[in-house]
C-alpha cells in the first residue's frame, strides 16, 4: 500500500489574499499588497518565502496566447502504455516542447497529454513519433475545436 508523503499546508486568510493576488498578477509589488491588505511588507515577503519553501507557490510565468503565436491546434492524446515503464515514458514526453500538460490516470489509458501544434502536419509527425515509441502500446488523439475556457489559475483557494 502506498501512502502519499504530500502534506497539506494549512493557510491562513493573509496567506490565501495573498495567492489571490499573485494568480491575478504575480507582478504586483509586495509593498502595494501589504498596504491593502494592512501587514507590514516584511510579513507579506516572509509569507511569500515560506508559500515558496512549502512548495505552495512554484514558480511564476507568464501566461500566453497560444493561438497568437501561430500554435491553433490543441489536441487532448491519450496514451496506453507497458505498464513497466509508464514513469520514464511520462518523463520522456514531459520534455517534448509541444506538450503543455501530463496527466497519470486510471482506465483504459495511463497517460493523457495536452499538447499544442501549429497544424495537423505537426501533430501527425508528433503521433508517428509517439507511436514509434517500443512503450507505447496504442494512442486515442482527439482535436480540440473551441477552448471555452483555459486558465492554469486555478481559484480554489
Keep these: 500500500m502506498f501512502v502519499s508523503s504530500k502534506k497539506r499546508v494549512e493557510l491562513d486568510d493573509v496567506d490565501k489574499k495573498l495567492m489571490i493576488e499573485l494568480l491575478r498578477d504575480a507582478r504586483?509589488?509586495?509593498?502595494?499588497?501589504?498596504?491593502?491588505?494592512?501587514?507590514?511588507?516584511?510579513?507579506?515577503?516572509?509569507?511569500m518565502n515560506r508559500l515558496i519553501q512549502e512548495g505552495v507557490v512554484r514558480g511564476f510565468v507568464a501566461l500566453l496566447d497560444y493561438t497568437k503565436l501561430g500554435y491553433t491546434l490543441t489536441s487532448i492524446i491519450m496514451v496506453k502504455v507497458d505498464g513497466k515503464h509508464i514513469v520514464e515514458f511520462e518523463k520522456e514526453v514531459a520534455n517534448s516542447p509541444n506538450v503543455v500538460s501530463v496527466y497519470d490516470v486510471v482506465g483504459d489509458y495511463d497517460v493523457i497529454l495536452i499538447a499544442k501544434f501549429r497544424d495537423t502536419e505537426?501533430?501527425?509527425?508528433?503521433?508517428?513519433?509517439?507511436?514509434?515509441?517500443?512503450?507505447?502500446?496504442?494512442?486515442?488523439t482527439s482535436i480540440v475545436l473551441n477552448t471555452?475556457?483555459?486558465d492554469p489559475r486555478v481559484r480554489i483557494i
Excluded: G, I, W, Y
Design 122 to 140: 505537426e501533430l501527425d509527425t508528433f503521433l508517428k513519433q509517439l507511436l514509434k515509441n517500443p512503450r507505447v502500446e496504442r494512442t486515442f
Design 28 to 47: 504586483t509589488s509586495l509593498r502595494r499588497l501589504a498596504e491593502e491588505m494592512n501587514v507590514s511588507p516584511a510579513t507579506l515577503h516572509n509569507r
Design 148 to 150: 471555452v475556457k483555459e
